[in-house]
């Protein structure tokens, strides 16, 4: 039997640089994230009703004509009441548990700091570029509504953004991405294992790496490769790095630079990872990130990337505008084009070959326990899938990660 | 300590205009206000649950103990009950106003009615 309520937030992975969270704090979180999960299965469900039952029907009454496109039904929801309670709802949830994951960092930012520059400071490990830039799309507007964004510093070796990253995934995700925060990263070694159980890398670049959650993973998978992960947020990496000294990974290399730029040998990776990251980006960044990724990859190496999967001629103009709804409300605006841009034919624009390409999905991997059985109920697009029953049938199905990629 | 100003930092706007989604955003601001005000009363009947917890378990009920209390499983359980009791009761509005859209044979009009009783 599945869980129907989450793990109360004392039940989330801590290492020794976690911040001290008091009890008003963890209960703050658990409020949070039992409001996101009653919001998102017994609130969100309405909207579908509302659509249904009022909202499309109106449309067509005072239009004379059915709802064509994903902006139309955005438009014609946004006058609905029972919509904007959710929606405000929804939002207001998110900014609460920026706020509540901010100052739990930050009445205590000195010691982080200085905890986190133990396991940073005179390591070959982390490399921080004071001349690194934020993109002009991160720099326009913080992304999931997190002030400051992944770079932003607001005193020496900040580490605000990564700390606050990972105190708050919990209550964002609802507890799904399992308790060290890592459920992405264990999926992609279970893809990569099922799916090509013969590849052993040697060298990876996981680039967007933010705190490297998702690269331990990797890590752990293939101890005998080099790991490194690039990213252009300062607090970001050097929460992570020091993350990963006291998680024992002290082997994962931290990068500071816009993965555009970024300076290593053409022809040096092996596998050059992706978690997350394009929908954050610009057409012309995938655009010119997927050449760099190439001009890295060595021949025979492996492009993958987990993203949100496009929508497919089946998916409702409905089910659209849910998808699409964090582009505008929660502050990730280039989510919505991902939606409908072809990766393949950048892929192809970048020098991969059509016949190497490959796509699929994996389940959530989420370690035993009451993770596991809560994390079963809160999988995603499930809905749209239609399961072929192939056993060799590759295809995405549905499953709680979509993942893409190339050979080179 | 360096010099912040930690609420301020905490409740920091993101950058991006902010969506407002009522139709009078003066909805929107206490709306916000009052889920604010329910996390704290969560928080508040979190804590009156440990202490109780602590009282059962005849310990003394010290802010350290407070802090370091960890709920076992049932307890755990029992607690996100709570919070899932506690919120659909605050929202009880909302799920009316969902059973109303579901359906229709709820939403008959008083005025309307009065007018067809006097009537029949
Ligand atoms: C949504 S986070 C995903 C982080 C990580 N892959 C994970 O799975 O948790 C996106 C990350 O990409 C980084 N990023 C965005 N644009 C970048 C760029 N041009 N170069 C390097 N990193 C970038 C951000 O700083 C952020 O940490």
Request: some cysteine.
């Amino acid at each position: 039997m599945a869980n129907t309520l989450p793990p109360t937030y004392d039940r989330n992975g801590r290492h020794p640089l976690s911040p001290k969270v008091d009890h008003d704090e963890i209960a703050r979180f658990n409020f949070l994230t039992n409001l996101n999960v009653h919001i998102g299965q017994r609130v969100s469900p309405g909207n579908r009703t509302a659509f249904d039952n009022r909202v499309s029907p109106k449309f067509k009454q005072e239009t004379g004509r059915p709802l064509e496109t994903r902006q139309q039904v955005r438009d014609a929801m946004k006058k609905d009441p029972f919509y904007q309670c959710w929606a405000a709802l929804r939002r207001n949830t998110m900014e609460q548990r920026q706020q509540a994951g901010r100052h739990v960092v930050l009445r205590q930012l000195d010691d982080l700091i200085e905890r986190a520059k133990e396991h940073n400071d005179g390591k070959e490990t982390l490399k921080i570029d004071p001349s690194a830039e934020a993109p002009r799309y991160l720099a326009a507007v913080d992304n999931h509504c997190m002030p400051g964004s992944y770079y932003t510093e607001i005193v020496p070796d900040d580490v605000l953004a990564g700390a606050n990253y990972e105190t708050g995934l919990f209550v964002t995700t609802a507890g799904s991405m399992s308790s060290k925060g890592d459920g992405g990263g264990r999926s992609i070694v279970n893809f990569v294992r099922d799916r090509f159980p013969d590849f052993s890398p040697k060298r990876i670049l996981d680039l967007g790496a933010g705190i490297g959650a998702n690269t331990l993973p990797l890590a752990s998978a293939f101890p005998d490769a080099e790991v490194v992960a690039v990213d252009v947020g300062a607090p970001m990496l050097r929460w992570g790095h020091a993350r990963a000294q006291v998680l024992g990974h002290d082997n994962v290399r931290f990068i500071h630079s816009d993965g555009d730029t970024v300076d290593f040998e053409p022809n040096s990776f092996d596998w050059v990872q992706t978690t997350m990251f394009w929908h954050e980006t610009s057409t012309s960044a995938i655009q010119s990130m997927m050449k760099k990724a190439y001009d890295l990859i060595t021949p025979g190496g492996l492009f993958l990337n987990v993203e949100q999967p496009n929508f497919k001629p089946e998916t409702s103009l409905f089910d659209q505008f849910t998808r699409d709804w964090d582009a505008w409300y929660n502050n990730e605006p280039f989510w919505s084009k991902l939606h409908v841009m072809d990766v393949f034919e950048v892929m192809k624009a970048a020098g991969f070959q059509s016949d190497k390409m490959f796509d699929g999905g994996t389940e959530a991997d989420i370690e035993r326990g009451q993770f596991q059985s809560w994390s079963s109920t809160v999988s995603r697009h499930k809905a749209e899938a239609k399961d072929s029953g192939d056993a060799k049938d590759n295809s995405y199905k549905g499953e709680r990660w979509y993942l893409f990629g190339g050979w080179k | 300590m360096t010099d912040i100003d930690v609420n301020k930092l905490a409740n920091a706007k993101s950058k991006g205009k902010r969506p407002y989604f009522f139709d009078d955003p003066a909805v929107e601001r206490v709306l916000s206000i009052t889920m604010a005000v329910a996390t704290e009363l969560a928080v508040t009947r979190e804590r009156l649950d440990t202490v109780e917890r602590l009282l059962e378990a005849g310990k003394s009920v010290t802010k350290a103990n407070i802090d370091a209390y960890r709920p076992d499983d049932d307890a755990s359980k029992e607690r996100q009950q709570w919070h899932a009791d506690y919120i659909a009761r605050i929202l009880r509005i909302v799920h009316q106003e969902l059973e109303a859209v579901e359906n229709e044979a709820l939403n008959a009009d008083p005025e309307k009615l009065a007018d067809d009783f006097a009537a029949t």
